[in-house]
C-alpha cells in the first residue's frame, strides 16, 4: 500500500512530465472553446428570441396600420352618404364597417403587453360609436331630407375618426419602441458573440504558440542532450552519461 510520501512524489513526478503538461495545455484549448461554444449559443438562444419579439411587434404594427385604415374607408362611405345625399351606399358601407370591426379584432390578437389592451379597447369603442352615429341617426336623417341635422351629426362621426387614429398612434409609438430595444438586443447578441469568438480564437493563439514553445524547449532540448551524449560514447568517452529530467 502507497504512504503519502510515495503517492506525493507520484503526483509530483507526473507533474513533471511532458505527458501532464501536454494534458494541461490541450485542457486548456478544449475550455477554451467549451467557453466559446457556450457564449455563442447563448448569444444565439438571445438573438432568437430578440427576432421573434421584432416579428410580433411588427406583425402588431402592421394590423394597426390595416386598422387605421379600414377606419378611414368607413369614415369615406360615411362622408360619400352625405354627399349624395341617399341610402344608395348603406349596403357597401356595412360591409366596410364590418371590416373595420374585424381588423380590430385581428389586431387584439397580436397584442403581446396586456396594457396595450385598452388602446384597442379604445378604437373599437370609436369605430362602434362612429358606426351607431351613422346608422341610428345620420342614415335616418339623410332620408328624412334633414341635411342640417346629417351635418351636424358628420362632426362626431368624424371625432370618432379622430379617437380611434389617437389610439392606433400610441400604439404605434409603443410597438416601436419595443422594437427598437428587441434589435439593440439583436446587435449586442452578435457583438458579444463576436467578441467572445474573437477573444477565444486570441487566447487559442497564445496558448499553441506557448504550447509550440514549450515542445521545443522540453522536447527538442531532450533530444539535442540524447545526441550530445551520443556523440560523446561514439568518440570513446565511455563515462558519458545522459541525464533526463523527463
Not at 364590418?98 to 385598452?118: I, Q
Not at 351629426?153 to 398612434?169: C, I, K, T
Request: proline share 0%; with cysteine; hydrophobic share 50%.
Amino acid at each position: 500500500m502507497k504512504t503519502a510520501e510515495t503517492r506525493r512524489a507520484g503526483a509530483r513526478r507526473w507533474r513533471s512530465t511532458i505527458g501532464a503538461r501536454l494534458v494541461a495545455a490541450f485542457a486548456a484549448l478544449l475550455l477554451l472553446f467549451v467557453v466559446a461554444l457556450g457564449v455563442s449559443l447563448d448569444s444565439f438562444a438571445r438573438i432568437a428570441k430578440a427576432e421573434r419579439e421584432v416579428e410580433t411587434y411588427e406583425r402588431t404594427r402592421h394590423a394597426a396600420d390595416k386598422a387605421a385604415i379600414a377606419m378611414r374607408e368607413q369614415y369615406i362611405h360615411q362622408a360619400h352618404t352625405l354627399i349624395v345625399f341617399d341610402g344608395s351606399h348603406k349596403d357597401h358601407y356595412r360591409e366596410v364597417a364590418a371590416a373595420t370591426a374585424e381588423s380590430v379584432a385581428e389586431l387584439r390578437e397580436t397584442l403581446t403587453a396586456t396594457d396595450d389592451g385598452a388602446l384597442v379597447d379604445a378604437m373599437a369603442t370609436a369605430a362602434q360609436a362612429g358606426d351607431q352615429t351613422f346608422e341610428q341617426e345620420t342614415l335616418p336623417a339623410v332620408l328624412r331630407g334633414e341635411r342640417a341635422r346629417a351635418m351636424r351629426l358628420h362632426e362626431a362621426m368624424e371625432a370618432s375618426v379622430v379617437d380611434f387614429e389617437r389610439a392606433v398612434g400610441d400604439l404605434r409609438k409603443r410597438t416601436d419602441e419595443r422594437a427598437s430595444i428587441a434589435r439593440a438586443d439583436v446587435e449586442s447578441a452578435w457583438s458579444r458573440a463576436r467578441t467572445a469568438s474573437l477573444s477565444c480564437l486570441g487566447f487559442a493563439i497564445v496558448t499553441a504558440a506557448a504550447l509550440g514553445i514549450f515542445l521545443t524547449r522540453s522536447i527538442v532540448f531532450r533530444i539535442n542532450v540524447l545526441r550530445d551524449g551520443a556523440r560523446r560514447l561514439g568518440a570513446g568517452d565511455l563515462s558519458a552519461r545522459i541525464h533526463i529530467d523527463a
